[in-house]
């Protein structure tokens, strides 16, 4: 007989009650809470009173749904819609194409500005009555359009003046997913992939409509399904069918489903001897490939591609260059106006030259030569995702060949899904950095939006922190890094505080004694990271393979690059890697302003100190502290401010909900545990070179070092089985 006993009882009984039952958080940014203050109800009321929704196709279709699901949780009230658009509306909804003449002509300058995708939202005077308008040129543009509007409501933002012309200003939004076909997530800490493959096609989750909804609701426009690690299987007709069922799902909120090719598909699916983007025969396999794709999904936006990196097969197997490689794909995508994003992620074992040189050094004299539906995409640093890193040398160095942004939304290298980490801030940093390349103000955003070389295309992508927790990320304040990323990919202008302010309010609550703490929680949440993890430049220092906590002292990898000991260099004289002039010459490959910046330790920004330049442990920092004490106050620092965001947190209790409250609070306990994880073994593991004492407002560590070095986590997540 099943019987449970008494201690698991008071156990199960506890879990019950820390966890809500309901799917909180599942809801993400789009709650739609009903507005409280009577007198911005009647503002928000008056102007629905009499709506014109202009019919159309599936994405008009899909964004009246919208409007009407949103509005009516906004407002408690039904909508009212009139059939066709008369002189008693209040609110007018209609591409630029119906709209009436003089309406047009009063609105002509803004719709042309804001192409395809863009929309106007503008309160206006006509024929002598007040009008709400929402007008596009394209379906898409009024979907956009309906989300941004319950945005601001949400917001509880004042409408009655609003003029607002809003287009993206990047074209390719993208989510990368890094999904295995077993469900199994690289670097995911979500749980599981989303892609139920068994149950597709015929099973659609209504995740996957969810999924959908909030992506359009921030302007992503485009998935890529699985790893960049990838698996060919994906590309054979029973894995296509399946494809093509999520495509459909996707379609109405304007989502472009992307795959990653497997470079040796060829020969694991195509029965050929050889993957050589030279032989006519493997060219017309991906030819044939792509026409029977497209048969099946229309809209089909192309293929993303890991190729020569990390073991990946690629080009370069046959003697080939990435060029032949991408290009090869190119052509067989052209004709069906498909695009290839081609990865700048590589680096070999192999080469002896500074790993942060190589991607730079293979790419950069290519410039100029990938076909025009080629997206070349490159991570925002130069190693890999790290907390923190100055930008990739390769923004502003390739003016011919549009340069795709690759940030990491999911956590690899930031706590997993258990720090509370607000990313915006790093997006923000690395899209503001000048790359000087046409002189002052060259930003990366420049470069990254192709304002700054008039390219034809731009993209940006975020590798998915999305699983299939019931929260979606893990962390609830991890949707707020989705939510950001595609902000910044719709406008990489806007400022990490906007966003920060946006979500709080979208997610949480309106009420300013809560959003301002907890705003500035979120904003200083990276810093502190990157003062518990890797202060002054410091970088890649984790435990290996998982990348969970620290690993400082991991030395023993085949591959040289591989180990932390290449990136720190700590040694009994100092540490840090001279990427200087004086040593690998990595600054060599930034526009000579940059480069004469962080040559130099005494201009070097302090975050960046260590990545650049190997220093005395007595060297003095520009707060007057030595190297050493420097670099333990800043461990210290890190600590202090996760107890700083757990008093924050706890101050926030009367705005949110028991549960609410219970899971943050429960994750930065964890965080905190983690952080001082994280001081207390870098900090006895340098102590061994540096030789020194720790100043006094550090804390001891109470365990030896020796106990950090024999931690080992065979099942963290996100790692691939294969990998234990
Ligand atoms: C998908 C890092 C990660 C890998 C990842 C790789 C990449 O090395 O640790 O998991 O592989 O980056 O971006 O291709």
Redesign the pocket.
Known sequence: MFCIKPTLLVFMVFIACAYPQSPDGYNLWLGYDKVGKPKLLKEYKDLTNSIYFEDGGEVLKTAKKEMVTGMEKILGTTLNFTEASNTNNTFLIAKTATLETSLKEKMSDDLSEVGSEGFVLKSITHKGKKLFVLAANEDIGILYGVFRLLNLMQQHKDLSTISLVEYPKIDLRMLNH?DNLDRTV??GYAGFSLWNWHKLPEYLDQRYLDYARANASIGINAVSLT???ANSLILTPMYLEKVSALATVFRPYGIKVYLTARFSAPMEIGGLETADPLDPKVQQWWNNKVNKIYSLIPDFGGFLV?AN??GQPGPQNYGRNHVDGANMMARALQPHNGLVIW?A?VYSEHDPEDRAKQAFSEFVPLDGLFRDNVLIQTKNGAI?FQPREPFHPMFGAMPNTPLMMEFQITQ?YLGFSTHLVFLPKLYEEVLDSDTYSKGKGSTVAKVVDGSLDNNKISGMAGVSNIGNDLNWTGHPFAQANWYGFGRLAWDPYISAGTIADEWLRATYSNNPDFIEPVKNMMLNSREAVVNYMNPLGLHHIFDTGH?YGPGPWVHELSRPEWNPTYYHKADTKGIGFNRSNSGSNATGQYAPEVAKTFNDPNTCPEEYLLWFHHLPWDYTLKNGYSLWDGMALKYEEGVDQVEEMIETWNNAQPYITKEQYQEVHMLLKIQLKEAKWWRNACLLYFQTYSQKALPKEVEKSPKSLEYYQSLKFPFAPGIRPQWD
Do not use: A, L, P
Request: charged share 50%; hydrophobic share 20%.
């Open positions: 890094w690289e670097r790893n960049v690690n890991k990196s990390e990865r992620f890999d690899e990348h």
